[in-house]
């Protein structure tokens, strides 16, 4: 079973510009998670879909960030425009019919 | 609310036991374990859920305390393997839909050979 596709892997970019993370979940996994990880903390939800709907978005900045499911499938993220504070590993996560999800590897984003 | 987890990082020798603690100040629906290694993807371990269950697979087990809204991960005769960090992510309620993790701040596990 393939897991949680996630790219790129790593990204580079100053601070002001924008940025897109894209997320392929397993298949058939109706719940997509993004999470932001900062260095030597634990994973912080940002957004909770189910299918191509929004369930929990209540601790993404939306300001700055953005997300969408369109086909209910893939995800993006977005961040416009970036600050030094928004470098992290950010992790895209999916969850089926059981009780629990699977992580992808993450994009981590440097922000200069 | 984050759990609080303790202790913040574990220096083992294999072979040996480890305790790690994930406490809530909120009354808890559900707790997950998982383990990430440097540079990779969370791995889920265990889910427990309210109603004071252990559970366990080879040499790792957990157990929730409903009484203190404590759980407890429990590594047993540690491998060189268990390295990692160790994450519990806490649900407070069911239903609704809305079921993100709450992530506490992780303890660092290291074995030594």
């Known amino acids: 079973e393939a897991g949680v596709a996630q790219s790129p892997r790593y990204k580079i970019i100053e601070k002001r510009q924008s940025v897109a993370f894209w997320c392929n979940p397993i298949s058939g996994h109706a719940t997509l998670y993004w999470y932001q990880q900062i260095l030597g903390q634990g994973p912080k939800l940002l957004i909770q879909?189910?299918?191509?709907?929004?369930?929990?978005d209540s601790q993404l900045p939306k300001d700055r960030f953005s997300a969408e499911r369109l086909k209910g499938v893939d995800s993006t993220l977005k961040i416009q425009p970036a600050k030094l504070e928004d470098s992290a590993v950010y992790l895209c996560?999916?969850?089926?019919?059981?009780?629990?999800?699977?992580f992808g590897q993450g994009t981590r984003l440097t922000v200069v | 609310q984050q759990p609080v987890q303790s202790p913040q990082a574990v220096i083992l020798r294999e072979g040996e036991d480890a305790v790690i603690n994930c406490s809530s100040s909120k009354a808890l629906y559900s707790v997950h374990w998982y383990r990430q290694k440097h540079g990779e993807a969370p791995v889920f371990l265990m889910i427990l859920l309210k109603g004071g269950e252990q559970k366990g697979h080879d040499k790792i087990s957990a157990s929730f305390n409903e009484k203190k809204q404590q759980s407890s991960l429990y590594l047993t005769a540690s491998q060189l393997s268990y390295s990692g960090t160790y994450f519990c992510g806490t649900i407070l309620y069911s239903g609704g839909g809305a079921d993100g993790l709450t992530f506490g701040k992780g303890t660092h596990l290291i074995i030594q050979p």
């Open positions: 996560a999916s969850k089926g019919q059981g009780r629990y999800a699977f």
């Open positions: 879909f189910q299918n191509n709907g929004v369930v929990d």
